[in-house]
Nanobody, 122 residues
Framework: QVQLVESGGGLVQAGGSLRLSCAASGRTSSSYAISWFRQAPGKERVFVAAITWSGGNIHYADFVAGRFTISRDNAKNTVYLQMNSLKPEDTAVYYC???????????????WGKGTLVTVSS
């Protein structure tokens, strides 16, 4: 079992920045990749970014467009999502998830956190 806890969400004005954290615990393994997804009100959950624990392979959704950066601190078992130049359309609940290898689909994830709300005001 892997437990994931997100933090760092909040209210920010358009153009601002937030850093989300995903703390992993339990049966963590260097084979697990951590992904960020988001779900806006009334919409499907979509992939945002992913990173492997050991290899550092990183993937981003196209809409990130250089605004978001995913990183990890293995000593703290924590993955971060730095979000800059935020837009109102980035408003969503952001979830982190774990999978054996990088996956970009909701169905490919083995474990999920409960999410953290990001609200971007115009």
């Amino acid at each position: 079992q892997v437990q994931l806890v997100e933090s760092g969400g909040g209210l920010v004005q358009a153009g601002g920045s937030l850093r989300l954290s995903c703390a992993a615990s339990g049966r963590t393994s260097s084979s697990y990749a951590i992904s960020w997804f988001r779900q806006a009100p009334g919409k499907e959950r979509v992939f945002v970014a992913a990173i492997t624990w050991s290899g550092g392979n990183i993937h981003y959704a196209d809409f990130v467009a250089g605004r978001f950066t995913i990183s990890r601190d293995n000593a703290k078992n924590t993955v971060y999502l730095q979000m800059n130049s935020l837009k109102p359309e980035d408003t969503a609940v952001y979830y982190c998830a774990a999978s054996p290898g990088v996956r970009v689909t909701v169905g490919g994830m083995n474990y999920w956190g409960k999410g953290t709300l990001v609200t971007v005001s115009s």
